[in-house]
Structures are given as structure tokens and as C-alpha cells.
């Protein structure tokens, strides 16, 4: 059990052969393995140098500590105002901390948030993890735990109402808030098993996948690879969440394999 730090990124390794990667540029989960098969789905495209966000973002967090408890494998990570670019400052002058803990045990994979308000004014923020889960095809993947709520959905700027499981035939840009079940299944297919989200202390839900037109149109995704990936997002982003001075505020997602 073991956590590694390179210059540019955090390795997770847990005895069972589980292993983990986190990019300091955004703090962005780059890999997460058990039985030497990945879960999370990485553009080809995807730059890893610092010259554009990997698909998340794009300040370089710092990494602060680690740890191996019983069975779990932690790893934290840092973001505060001196770290992010004067520009950024400008447009969001406020002061906080943020820590995100990635922690790695032999099948489940927990991300977690802690956000304080550090400076004499209140303010607020909104925050959504977005995990690209790999699947073999997309055509084949059922979204269970969201059936009959109701959702924005982004690409016809309307309303509607989710029947069933979500399958992906065309783009979906779906924005589920205050959802009541705390836990998400993404089924990959017949025999293909899939992965569960579990929710804490977040509440809505984003499920994306951008077909062929948006695809084209992202210069870090390949063409074609809408078929491999589905992102399904858990955070806050109906509403803000609004800390006032001194205030704190935690949300975690677990991943875990069905
Ligand atoms: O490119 P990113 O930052 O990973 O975002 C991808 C998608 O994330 C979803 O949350 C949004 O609803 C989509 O509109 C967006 O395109």
C-alpha cells in the first residue's frame, strides 16, 4: 500500500492490486484500477501538460498528505487563493481552503470535498465531480436510480421528466437536482457488470455524453470516442451553495463496482 508523488501527478497503489492517479493540474482523476482494468475514461486527446484543463480544472493544486489506515489507501490535496492566477482572483476575490481527499480501498474509490470560508465575507460556489466512467459501448448502458424525477435538460433547453432507465442514442446533457436516492447505477450492458455512485452530502446529478457533433467540435476528444464513455456527475449545481465566513461545507461520492 503505497502513495507515490511525481512531479506532475499522485499514485494510489492498495495491496489488492487497486490503483489510482490524480493529476495536480485540477486535481483531476486520471485513473482508477482494480484487477488491472480502468474505470475511468481518458481522451486520447486529453493534454496532460499543463497547457489546457484535462477535462476539469485548471489550477495546480498542491499535494498536502497521505496516508495508509487499515485498509484504505488516502491521498490529499490542496487549493487556496495564493495558488490560482491573479486573473481568477479578479473574477472570484474571496478566501477559502479546499481539500479534496481521493481514497482508494481494494473496490471502491471515494473523492470528497471540504470547502472553508476562510476570509470576513460570505459567498457562493457551486462544485460537480466529473467522473468519465470507461464502458465498452455506450449504446448498451442503462442509468438506474433516476426514473420519474425531473431534470433540465441542456441540450433542448427544456424541462422534462425522466421515464425509466437513461440510455444514450444521441447527445444527453441531463441536470437531475435534489435527487432523493443516494446511490446511482450505471449498467454497462448484459454480463458487463458497471459501477455505482453513492452520494453524500451532494445532490444533483449530471449525466452527459456528447455524441458525434460535440465530439467533433472538442479539439481534446477524439471523434469517436463518445462510444466509450458516459459521465455521470455528482455535485451541486441547481443551486449555490453559500458559505458565510468561517463556514464549512463537505460532499463526497464513493464509486464502487456492481
Ligand atoms: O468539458 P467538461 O468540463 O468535462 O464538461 C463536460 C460537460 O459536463 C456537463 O456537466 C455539462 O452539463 C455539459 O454541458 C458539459 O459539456
Redesign the pocket.
Known amino acids: 500500500m503505497s502513495v507515490s508523488q511525481q512531479s506532475d501527478k499522485t499514485i494510489l497503489i492498495h495491496s489488492s492490486g487497486a490503483s489510482a492517479e490524480v493529476y495536480l493540474l485540477g486535481a483531476t482523476l486520471t485513473s482508477w484500477k482494480t484487477n488491472n482494468k480502468e474505470h475511468i475514461f481518458l481522451s486520447e486527446k486529453s493534454l496532460l501538460d499543463g497547457s489546457k ?1 484535462i ?2 480544472g485548471n489550477s495546480r493544486f498542491a499535494p498536502l498528505t497521505s496516508s495508509v489506515i487499515e485498509n484504505k489507501v488516502i491521498a490529499k490535496f490542496g487549493l487556496d487563493p495564493t495558488m490560482i492566477s491573479d486573473e481568477h482572483r479578479k473574477l472570484w476575490p474571496f478566501n477559502f481552503t479546499l481539500v479534496y481527499t481521493v481514497t482508494l480501498t481494494a473496490d471502491t474509490l471515494e473523492t470528497k470535498l471540504h470547502v472553508q470560508n476562510t476570509g470576513d465575507k460570505a459567498f457562493d460556489f457551486n462544485t ?1 465531480m ?1 467522473t ?1 466512467f470507461l464502458v465498452p459501448n455506450v449504446a448498451t448502458v442503462k442509468v438506474h436510480g433516476l426514473d420519474q424525477l425531473g431534470y433540465m435538460d ?1 441540450v433542448t433547453q427544456q424541462n422534462a421528466k425522466q421515464e425509466g432507465d437513461i440510455t444514450v442514442g444521441g447527445e444527453v ?3 437531475f437536482a435534489d435527487v432523493a436516492n443516494d446511490d446511482i447505477q450505471v449498467h454497462f450492458g448484459a454480463g458487463q457488470g458497471g459501477v455505482q455512485v453513492h452520494l453524500d452530502g451532494v445532490r444533483d446529478i ?1 449525466v ?1 455524453n ?1 455524441w458525434v457533433d ?1 465530439s467533433v467540435g ?1 479539439s481534446d ?1 477524439g471523434d469517436d470516442e463518445y462510444h466509450r464513455m458516459i ?1 455521470v ?1 455528482a455535485g451541486q ?1 441547481a443551486r449555490f451553495i453559500s458559505l458565510a465566513s468561517g463556514g464549512s461545507w463537505e460532499g463526497r461520492q464513493v464509486l464502487s463496482l456492481l
Open positions: 484543463p477535462r476539469g460537480l466529473h468519465y441542456k446533457d441531463k441536470v449530471v452527459w456528447p460535440k472538442m476528444f459521465c456527475e449545481v
